[in-house]
Nanobody
C-alpha cells in the first residue's frame, strides 16, 4: 500500500521561507503535489508536478513557491518564499497514479503538516 510521508512544516515569520518534503513509499506515484486547508476554508491546490515534469500552481502562488521532485526517490519538495500570514494552513501531500490534475482530487493524501506564518 502506498503511503505519503510529509516533513518540514513549522512556524516562520512573514517574509520568510520554508521547504516541505513528501516521500512516497510502497509504490509508484505519477502526480505528486500539495494542497492546503486553512480554518473555515476549502482545501485548495498549492502545487503539483507530474513524473514528466509538468507543473501546476494555485493562482495565489504568484511565483513565490517552487515545486520539484526526484522520480528515483519518489520524493517531492515545495520551496515556499515570501510567506505571509494568509499562507497559514495545514499542508497535505497528494499523490495520484495519473499524470495530470483531476477536477476533484481522489488520490492519496498524507497526514498533513501545519505551516504557521506569524511574527
Amino acid at each position: 500500500q502506498v503511503q505519503l510521508v510529509e516533513s518540514g512544516g513549522g512556524l516562520v515569520q512573514p517574509g520568510g521561507s520554508l521547504t516541505l518534503s513528501c516521500a512516497a513509499s510502497g509504490g509508484w506515484i505519477n502526480l505528486m503535489g500539495w494542497y492546503r486547508q486553512a480554518p473555515g476554508k476549502q482545501r485548495e491546490l498549492v502545487a503539483a508536478i507530474s513524473s514528466g515534469g509538468t507543473t501546476y500552481y494555485g493562482d495565489f502562488v504568484n511565483d513565490r513557491f517552487t515545486i520539484s521532485r526526484n522520480n528515483a526517490k519518489n520524493t517531492v519538495w515545495l520551496k515556499m518564499d515570501s510567506l505571509n500570514p494568509e499562507d497559514t494552513a495545514v499542508y497535505y501531500c497528494y499523490g495520484d497514479t495519473i499524470g495530470r490534475l483531476r477536477t476533484t482530487p481522489t488520490g492519496l493524501w498524507g497526514q498533513g503538516t501545519q505551516v504557521t506564518v506569524s511574527s
